[in-house]
């Protein structure tokens, strides 16, 4: 018995000793690879990497910028059945445990003994967050010891629920899903709270090997491996048995979705992406910033939808180019190769490629890409009369023969009525910026017909010409020294010579006609180019110059010469809407801005907007040409112009300078008034509103056409044109190709917009004057009419001569 108790005491003393030694030898462990271990700090501070995400004003998902689609979900968000699918496959002890799982590992340890190898997973879900997070993949013992130390660490660090949330977030589930969340949008378009328990099953199927066992990449190893979660679910009393049953027999439906984009506005998109990448580097792509811009939704389909509609038009009066492609189908064609060749032809615009089977008189059978059959009709293409050039087209055809042959490759559309008819890809391009005057946010921007047949953003890069658009600044110029809205020009030819270029210029109306003396009003209202030749020359080129520029122009892209006058400047479309928005707004300079505010992947802002705007009751500012803002770099003035990182305190409002008066301003929206009422924008009446302004632009040529108008709310300008300068065709002006898709935006954006008219401001009188001399006269004078005036600039009252037939003169 004495032995007996010897023994056992020896063996205690043994145990005990081993097992200090082995508390020594883990706390050496410990301490030599505690370097290594990430701090508490790093572990509470990691930061999941998630994409770049845009959205419009509204919350509309305009673009995903990253290459790991992820989607951060809090813990209370994700679906109880969802939770316990991992916790089922992966680690059914893990609210018990404390980092590490003793069974499991001496399950693995045993395996290791009795076969040589690993076959069974002994990593809590712990330890694998560890491995994924904070170590690397090697399968070494020093890794395996480092995750030990780290889960327990992690354990201490962060609850339960914390280290269930970041697994289920940071989870690799394939094909560039990283969490549930968005494997949930991947593989089934759905958010977590639409899954099935069988969805739900199947997303824990992945984790062991992601890249192999997926449901798209291996349908049925992904079923075998869902089926084994629900059977360890049922076995743990997650679920019943009649849940378990109708989830094994349900069909798994799952495929590759892509982002669920809800609005298209590329241009941007990128506008967006490349600001980001200058503010933050790669880090925009993979810390989760969220950007808000100022894009209201609404709008900006609109505009898409009426640049392409107005590009299509212009395009169909120019007659059809003919067929993108032909096959020879006399021979045995192969169809279905020919239709796997379609689908590699460019889809843009919600155009598609069709191949020409069958011509009759009236019909057309055409197969598109997937395979399905479609009847053209000669109605919907006889439009196709052929193209010669842009100033010619060729005899109207006759029946469908006369527009196109078997075998040829066409572009087709569905139209207004759901049907497909002919179509083509047009070759004109067109912009369209719309904003707020009063701050400078932009509503819609779009930079050409189809982003992915061109990614050049002409609506912030090209320059073009806006013509007859300039002359509402000028005439703003010419209203600020000396001249009034009766002022006689005489409209009449002039020859100027140009001694750098060593000929001679003769400027001519786009009518080729003279009118002789014309009242400063009817100058922009007809749009009379020798008219504003003469105002700039009289108030001189270099005070007409310096007045352009209070309008945020870059002084490199307005020359000091005559021909300012006529809009030869080159310049962006967005530049003419800073510079129609000082009319809109009653004066005031602003800046344009596309991004309202950045947040991070907690949700927290890093960046909002500040900016000028529009501010009746703040102090009055004014500036000169050397504090205003020009466009040299677009991104930055639509993002960066007067704003900082998000201040500390209440925020107030800065105030916008006032760069032209307020009697100005309304003096030359009068103008633009009549311009809408009886001038060249006169189809914009169609709207039937009567607090629109604006003003056609059409450059030497027909080379860019134009329309610059807006509404106390809305500014838009709309350009349309070839991207290498060439000549739309006679008649070809602003009035009829830009406008109509003017006109076609602002019915969506001015929808439910009051009409609002100016009050007349006190510095201005009205008086009655002679329609051709503009001096004052009595009222109720025949041919008189009521003019706007500064105070103390009326005109003096003379007697009333005949006004001469200038075209006999000339």
Not at 415 to 441: C, M, R, T, W, Y
Not at 472 to 489: F, R, T, V
Request: proline content about 6%.
């Amino acid at each position: 018995m004495r032995k007996l108790l010897k023994f056992i005491w020896f063996m205690t003393k043994l145990g005990l000793f081993f097992a200090v030694l082995g508390i020594i030898l883990i706390y050496a462990l410990y301490k030599h690879y505690e370097p290594e271990l990430p701090s508490v700090e790093a572990i509470k501070d990691y930061k999941l990497q998630v994409p770049l995400r845009v959205y419009s004003k509204d919350g509309q998902l305009i673009s995903v910028f990253g290459t790991k689609r992820r989607i951060p979900a809090r813990i209370e968000d994700i679906p109880l059945k969802l939770k316990q699918a991992y916790i089922a496959a992966e680690d059914a002890s893990f609210y018990d445990h404390y980092g590490f799982d003793v069974k499991g590992i001496l399950r693995a340890v045993w395996q290791i003994i009795t076969t040589g190898k690993k076959q069974g997973g002994g990593s809590t879900i712990t330890q694998q967050l560890t491995r994924n997070v904070f170590l690397t993949l090697d399968q070494t013992w020093t890794r395996k010891i480092k995750e030990l130390f780290l889960a327990i660490k992690l354990e201490q660090t962060i609850s339960k629920d914390e280290i269930l949330e970041l697994y289920l977030n940071k989870i690799a589930l394939g094909h560039r899903a990283y969490g549930v969340a968005a494997a949930a949008e991947v593989y089934y378009g759905k958010t977590l709270n639409e899954l099935t328990l069988a969805e739900m099953a199947m997303l824990a199927a992945p984790p062991k090997a992601p890249s192999r066992i997926n449901p798209v990449t291996s349908p049925e190893r992904a079923k075998q491996r869902r089926d084994y979660v629900l059977d360890r679910m049922l076995d743990l009393g997650y679920i019943t048995q009649s849940e378990h049953n109708e989830a094994i027999q349900a069909e798994d439906e799952a495929y590759v979705h892509q982002p669920v984009v809800a609005l298209n506005a590329p241009w941007v998109a990128e506008m967006v992406r490349t600001e980001m990448v200058a503010r933050y580097g790669d880090n925009a792509y993979t810390d989760g910033y969220s950007v808000i811009t100022t894009i209201d939704s609404e709008k900006q389909m609109a505009a898409e939808q009426a640049v392409k509609k107005g590009l299509h038009a212009y395009d169909r009066r120019h007659g059809y180019r003919g067929p993108i492609a032909h096959y020879d189908l006399s021979t045995n064609a192969n169809l279905e190769t020919i239709s796997e060749e379609l689908a590699s032809h460019p889809k843009p615009g919600g155009l598609q490629a069709a191949l020409i089977l069958e011509l009759e008189d009236e019909l057309a059978l055409a197969r598109l890409s997937d395979g399905q059959d479609i009847t053209l009709t000669f109605e919907t293409s006889a439009w196709a009369v052929p193209h010669i050039n842009n100033y010619r087209v060729g005899n109207k055809p006759k029946k469908m023969q006369d527009i196109m042959k078997v075998g040829d490759v066409v572009m087709v559309a569905r139209n207004d009525d759901g049907n497909f008819e002919l179509s083509q890809i047009p070759k004109a391009q067109g912009a369209l910026v719309s904003l707020n005057p009063d701050d400078g946010s932009l509503y819609a921007l779009v930079g050409g017909y189809d982003y992915y047949l061109s990614k050049f953003n002409r609506a912030t890069q090209a320059k073009r010409q806006p013509g007859s658009g300039f002359k509402p600044i000028i005439y703003s110029a010419a209203i600020d020294n000396g001249l009034n809205a009766a002022s006689i020009i005489n409209d009449a030819p002039i020859v100027f010579e140009d001694s750098s270029l060593e000929r001679t210029w003769r400027p001519e109306n786009y009518s080729e006609k003279f009118f002789g003396p014309t009242r400063l009003r009817e100058g922009i209202v007809k749009s009379r180019n020798l008219v504003s030749i003469r105002v700039l020359e009289r108030i001189g080129v270099r005070n007409g110059r310096d007045h352009i520029l209070k309008f945020g122009f870059n002084p490199d892209d307005v020359p000091a010469n005559l021909s300012i006058s006529l809009g030869t400047p080159n310049v962006p479309v967005i530049d003419m809407s800073q510079a129609y928005a000082i009319f809109a707004n009653g004066g005031y300079a602003i800046s344009p801005y596309l991004i309202e505010r950045i947040t991070n992947q907690t949700g927290d802002p890093v960046y909002i907007h500040q900016g000028p705007e529009v501010c009746e009751s703040c102090p009055a500012m004014t500036a000169n040409n050397d504090e205003l803002v020009t466009t040299t770099n677009t991104n930055e003035l639509l993002l960066n112009i007067n704003s900082s990182d998000l201040p500390e305190g209440p925020q107030s409002v800065i105030p916008a300078p006032r760069v032209i008066s307020t009697e100005n301003q309304f003096i030359i929206e009068s103008f633009m008034k009549d311009v809408i009422t009886r001038g060249t924008g006169v189809k914009a009446q169609v709207l039937e509103r009567n607090d629109l302004a604006g003003k056609t632009g059409t450059a030497n040529e027909q080379r860019d056409t134009w329309f610059n108008g807006y509404q106390r709310q809305v500014v838009t300008n709309v350009w349309v044109g070839f991207d290498t300068p060439d000549s739309l065709g006679h008649g070809e002006v602003g009035g009829r190709v830009a406008l109509p898709i003017w006109i076609d935006y602002m019915r969506v954006a001015l929808k439910d917009v009051p009409e609002w008219q100016r009050p007349i401001p006190p510095g201005i009188v009205q008086a009655p004057i002679d329609k051709t001399t503009g001096t004052l006269v009595k009222h109720g004078v025949p041919d008189s009419m009521i003019e706007y005036f500064k105070v103390g600039e009326l005109p003096e009252e003379k007697t009333v001569e005949n006004k001469p037939d200038y075209n006999d003169l000339f």
